[in-house]
């Protein structure tokens, strides 16, 4: 059974940076597309952004500028930076790998920006 690890989140000032981490099976990550996902309360759970094999990346026009994917395959772990963070920004955060066999979810991590 596949297990992501996700970790980074917590309460933050408006205009403050937090850095989002999460940790795969080796031997899966490096054939995975890897995203990021997030969902506020009473909203869907929508795409944030992705980082192929290819270390391409792609990003919801509302972060765009604002934050950054990006993989480390020697760790098998993804991250999402986020900067200037706005009190809209605040949902729980999950974490996705995919590949041709696999759709897997983290257990998501709260990230909770104050005005």
């Known amino acids: 059974q596949v297990r992501l690890v996700e970790s980074g989140g917590g309460l933050v000032q408006s205009g403050g940076s937090l850095r989002l981490s999460c940790a795969a099976p080796g031997g899966i990550f490096r054939i995975s597309t890897m995203a990021w996902y997030r969902q506020a309360p009473g909203n869907q759970r929508e795409w944030v952004a992705t980082v192929t094999t290819g270390d391409n990346t792609a990003y919801a026009d509302s972060v765009k500028g604002r934050f950054t994917i990006s993989r480390d395959n020697a760790k098998n772990t993804v991250y999402l930076q986020m900067n200037n963070l706005k009190p809209e920004d605040t949902a729980v955060y999950y974490c996705?790998?995919?590949?041709?066999?696999?759709?897997?979810w983290g257990q998501g991590t709260q990230v909770t920006v104050s005005s």
């Open positions: 996705n790998l995919r590949n041709v066999d696999y759709n897997v």
